[in-house]
């Protein structure tokens, strides 16, 4: 069974800092691209960013562009986001989704979420 | 930056039939994909490549396309597919676009 567990969200101030991290297990992690999507109260979704199953290749919604880092580590089956600069509007539910597309097998898969609240 | 732009809302009686469409430049060249969202938990995909079903997702749940307008159909909707219903594609601009929602309620 697929498994995605978000952590290391929580409150902090505007300008600072967090690194998120999401735990990956029951399919093989260095397989697929993964991804941080976003969810602000009561609004809608947001693609974050997006690391390919090596690393080879990144991408970010320019809202997060230069503030924030995606990464992962195959060894530990671990997708990790840094985030700096915070601000207000970066409050939300991030979520780790996990993507796979080749030979016709398609696949994602979602986390529960972390809420990270950027609040003086 | 690319927008997909959905209807806020639609609302069925059980057992009719709900169509949400998303409308994007791109959708011709791209596909679409589909998600169900309830309140507190984490969105699941109900349609893959414009058409396709992934395993577990209820037959009454099709998509399709037509020039830069996809659509989602719920065939005989019940109780339990009232939800938020996204649509997501891709462009230059990331490989994951999201519309804004739609939220689908079952009168």
């Known amino acids: 069974e697929v498994q995605l567990v978000e952590s290391g969200g929580g409150l902090v101030k505007p300008g600072g800092s967090l690194r998120l991290s999401c735990a990956a297990s029951g399919f093989t992690f260095s397989s697929y691209s993964m991804n941080w999507v976003r969810q602000a109260p009561g609004k809608g979704l947001e693609w974050v960013s997006s690391i390919s199953s090596s690393s080879s290749y990144i991408y970010y919604a320019d809202s997060v562009k230069g503030r924030f880092t995606i990464s992962r580590d195959n060894a530990k089956n671990s997708l990790y986001l840094q985030m700096n600069s915070l601000r207000a509007e970066d409050t939300a539910v991030y979520y780790c989704a996990s993507h796979y597309d080749s030979s016709g097998y398609y696949r994602v898969d979602w986390g529960q979420g972390t809420l990270v609240t950027v609040s003086s | 930056s690319y927008e997909l732009t959905q209807p806020p809302s639609v609302s069925v009686s059980p057992g009719q039939t709900a169509r949400i469409t998303c409308s994007g430049d791109?959708?011709?060249?791209?596909?679409a994909y589909w998600y169900q969202q309830k309140p507190g938990q984490a969105p699941v995909l109900v349609i893959y490549k414009d058409s396709e079903r992934p395993s577990g997702i209820p037959e009454r749940f099709s998509g399709s396309s037509s020039g830069t307008t996809v659509t989602l159909t719920i065939s005989g909707v019940q109780a339990e597919d009232e939800a938020d219903y996204y649509c997501?594609?891709?462009?230059?601009?990331?490989?994951?676009?999201f519309g804004g929602g739609t939220k689908l309620t079952v009168l």
């Open positions: 997501q594609s891709a462009d230059s601009s990331g490989p994951w676009v």
């Open positions: 791109a959708l011709p060249k791209q596909y």
